[in-house]
């Protein structure tokens, strides 16, 4: 079964990283909902608990990487995610 790791990059306080939450949450959930043959794991990143990650993406939080590749900064919109999830599987 294929595996798709997600890695949210932000930090406490931030308002654009509560949205990419809620959105990656609501995707995974549907994803879920629809049985997909799809693993999905999510993890979340503090820029303020690693210094590497801090001077990788202070200017650019939140942060979406699936797979360890940068899916988008910002905003994440939820049609781009699911379609990028789907293409994993």
Known sequence: ????????????????????????????????????????????????DDAELHDLYLEDIPVLLINGQVHNYWRIDPVRLRTALLEVS
């Open 1 to 48: 079964m294929p595996t798709a790791h997600l890695t949210l990059i932000g930090k406490p306080g931030c308002h654009l990283c509560d949205d990419a939450r809620d959105v990656v949450g609501s995707v995974v959930a549907k994803l879920a909902d629809d049985a997909s043959a799809l693993t999905i794991t999510l993890e979340e990143r503090s820029i303020l």
